[in-house]
C-alpha cells in the first residue's frame, strides 16, 4: 500500500512516463477489442487468440518496464506488491490516474479507503518534535530530531556548540594549506631570530607614569582586570583591584605610542565595547578590528558558569579591539605590515573558573601582522614575560628593564626585515584603483583610503 500510495504521489513531474503508460492502456484496449482484417483472412480462430494474446502480453510487460521505473524497483517487486486485494485495489487507483474513464476504484475498494485520524496524528507530531537525548551528537552523526541543534545538545551535556569545530588550533589549521603553513613557519622564524631578550618591569600603573619608559612603541598590548571579570565568578578575590574604563582611559597610552603604531584592548563582552572605542577616542587611535576569542569547554563542560544580571545570553565569547594610529596603507607599507595572514577570530579552551589569562594565539597575530619590534605589553604576569616585548604589571615578581640597554635593541632594525620567500608566499592586498579609467572624467590618479581595516 505504502510503496503505490508514495508513487501516486511522488511521479507528478514524470508526465512523460503517464503519457507512455495511457498509449500501453490504450493499445491494450485496441488489441483486445479489435481485430486486424489481414489475421482473419490468413490465420485461423486459434491463431488470432494467440496473437492477441501476445500482444497483451507484450504491453503488458512494456507497461510493468514503465512501472518498475516509475517506482524505481525491480518486475518481481512489483509482483509482491500487487498480491493482495488491497494492494490491488491501490494498483486499480493508481492506474485510474492514467485512465480515468477506463480504471475506476471499486465500490469496496472506495468504502475501505483509509480515513486520517487528525487526533492521532497531531499526538505522534508532539511525540515526535519532543526532544529525547543527544546521543546521535555523541556519535558524530546528524541528528533526526532536531537536525544539528547544538543549542539543545549545550542543554543537554554542556558542551558548547564551537566544540565541534574541527581544526580550530595552531598545529592542524594550515594542514589543508602548504603554502600557508610554510608562510607561518617563515615568519616565526624571522620574528624569533630577531626578537629582543624578555624585559620587564614591575610597577603600579595606578600611579606609574608610563612616559617614564622614554619609548615609542610600534605595538601596545593592553589586558586590563576589568570589572566584567569579577561579576562572572563571584566569591573569588583578585590579586589587584578591578579597573573601570575611566581609569584605563586615564592611561598615557597616546604618549608612547609610535607615530604609526596599534594597540589592542580587551575589553570583554558587555559594555567594554562601546567603552573601549571611546578609550581609542582619548588615545588618538580609530578601532579597525575586532578580534573575538570563542572559548570551548572540552575539560570542564557545563551550562551554567557564565549567567549574569545584565546579560540576554550566556556569554562564551570575549573581545579584543584593535586600533590604529597614524596611516598605514596596506598595499604600499608591506615593510611595516603583512595583512590577511591571520584570521579574526581565536578558537581555544577557555581558562580556568576565575583566571583572566588570554589565549596565546593574540600574541602570534600581532607579531605576524605588524613587524614593527618595539612590543609593550601592559597588566602581564610571570607567565605572559615574551621574547620581544617589554612586560609591565603590578603582578610581576621582578624587574629587569634599563632604558638604555632597551634602545640599544633597534638601532640596526627597528622593524623585522622581510626576505623573499615570505614576501612570495604572503597574501597581497589588490591594487589601488585608477580613478577615470574606463568611464567618467577623472584624470588617472590613484585612489587612496587611509588607514585600514578588516585586514587580519
Partial sequence: FSIWWRASLRIS???DVWSQLRSLSKGIGMATASKSPTESSVTSKDSIVNIRVAQCRKHSRQR?????????CSQSEISDQVNSRREQDEYRRLLYRINPAKYRP????????????????????????????????????????????YAQHFVDTGQRPQNFIHDAGLED??????????????????????ATPPMYFKCDLYDYNLSDLGQRFDVIYIVPPIEEYQRRVSGINFPQKPWGFEEIMSLKIEEIAAQRSFVFLWCGSNEGLDLGRQCFQKWGFRRCEDICWVKTNFKNPGNMKHLEARSVFQHTK???????????????????????????????????????????????????????RKRLHLFGTDDTIRPGWLTLGPELSSSNYHKEKYSSFFTEHPVVPNTDEIETLRPKSPPPKIAGRGRGRGGGTMTRTPGVGGYM
Fill in 64 to 72: 510493468r518496464n514503465l512501472l518498475a521505473r516509475l517506482l524505481n
Fill in 106 to 149: 471499486s465500490r469496496r475498494a472506495r468504502d475501505e479507503r483509509p480515513r486520517r485520524d487528525h487526533k492521532r496524528d497531531d499526538a505522534e507530531g508532539d511525540a515526535q518534535s519532543m526532544y529525547k537525548d543527544s546521543t546521535v551528537f555523541l556519535k558524530g552523526t546528524h541528528s533526526s530530531n532536531p537536525h544539528n541543534d
Fill in 318 to 372: 570575549e573581545h579584543c579591539l584593535m586600533g590604529i594610529r597614524g596611516t598605514v596603507r596596506r598595499n604600499q607599507d608591506g615593510d611595516f605590515i603583512h595583512a590577511n595572514v591571520d584570521l579574526d577570530i581565536i578558537i581555544t579552551e577557555e581558562a580556568e573558573y576565575g583566571s583572566v589569562k588570554k589565549p596565546e594565539e593574540i600574541f602570534h597575530i600581532m607579531e605576524h601582522f605588524c613587524l614593527g
Fill in 173 to 194: 589549521r594550515f594542514e589543508e594549506y602548504p603554502k600557508l603553513k610554510e608562510l607561518i613557519r617563515l615568519k616565526d622564524e624571522q620574528i624569533g631570530r630577531y
Fill in 13 to 15: 513531474y514524470s508526465d
